[in-house]
T-cell receptor
Framework: KNQVEQSPQSLIILEGKNCTLQCNYTVSPFSNLRWYKQDTGRGPVSLTIMTFSENTKSNGRYTATLDADTKQSSLHITASQLSDSASYIC????????????FGKGTSLLVTP | DGGITQSPKYLFRKEGQNVTLSCEQNLNHDAMYWYRQDPGQGLRLIYY???????QKGDIAEGYSVSREKKESFPLTVTSAQKNPTAFYLC??????????????FGDGTRLSIL
């Protein structure tokens, strides 16, 4: 059973609009949560990484939030651009195990003109 | 520019054939990883290496082999024992730090298909 669940599976929005992607996890003990952006046919690129004590982190138009109590994270994209069309992957890691990453299946975002 | 280079970008394998995927990094990272990505699934770990001449099996190592003779290089061989090798293969590297707080940097992948 996947310990990282993302929703929605896919999303279509108009250019310039905002959107929010969700990530729920059951991984324990929690170390950190990362959001990656993966363009079609390319490798994932890190957007944000948050530890237990952080509840928000921004990277330009991308803002990630983390609620470690409810084990939920969101990625908010502001003023979307066509180049935001990609898959967004939530990744949760376990404490003291740098290699043990738990990957969500990703949310596929399409931004249309 | 520092980064991870995977080659080739596309690879075709015949039945019964072994193929090797290349992964080179110039980030001076100690740790390197191989993942497999299938449509509609999250990335799954095949093998990882924390230091030269040492590597460990991940979740789906059967039918794959690796070597780590140099810090910069971590090639993956898909053997004929891997019955369903068609997938997108991603190599990654990171600073090795036991807390797992260092991000993994990914290459642009190799797409392997069966002829």
């Amino acid at each position: 059973k996947n310990q990282v669940e993302q929703s929605p599976q896919s999303l279509i929005i108009l250019e310039g609009k905002n959107c929010t992607l969700q990530c729920n996890y059951t991984v324990s003990p929690f170390s950190n949560l990362r959001w990656y952006k993966q363009d079609t046919g390319r490798g994932p690129v890190s957007l944000t990484i948050m530890t237990f004590s952080e509840n928000t982190k921004s990277n330009g138009r991308y803002t990630a939030t983390l609620d470690a109590d409810t084990k939920q994270s969101s990625l908010h994209i502001t003023a979307s651009q066509l180049s935001d069309s990609a898959s967004y992957i939530c990744v949760v890691s376990v404490s003291n195990s740098g290699y043990a990453l738990n990957f969500g299946k990703g949310t596929s975002l399409l931004v249309t003109p | 520019d520092g980064g991870i280079t995977q080659s080739p970008k596309y690879l075709f394998r015949k039945e019964g054939q072994n193929v090797t995927l290349s992964c080179e990094q110039n980030l001076n990272h100690d740790a390197m990883y191989w993942y497999r990505q299938d449509p509609g699934q999250g990335l799954r770990l095949i093998y990882y290496s924390q230091i030269v001449n040492d590597f460990q099996k991940g979740d789906i190592a059967e039918g794959y082999s690796v070597s780590r003779e140099k810090k910069e290089s971590f090639p993956l061989t898909v053997t004929s024992a891997q019955k369903n090798p068609t997938a997108f293969y991603l190599c990654a590297s990171s600073i090795f730090e036991g807390g797992g707080n260092q991000p993994q940097h990914f290459g642009d992948g190799t797409r392997l298909s069966i002829l």
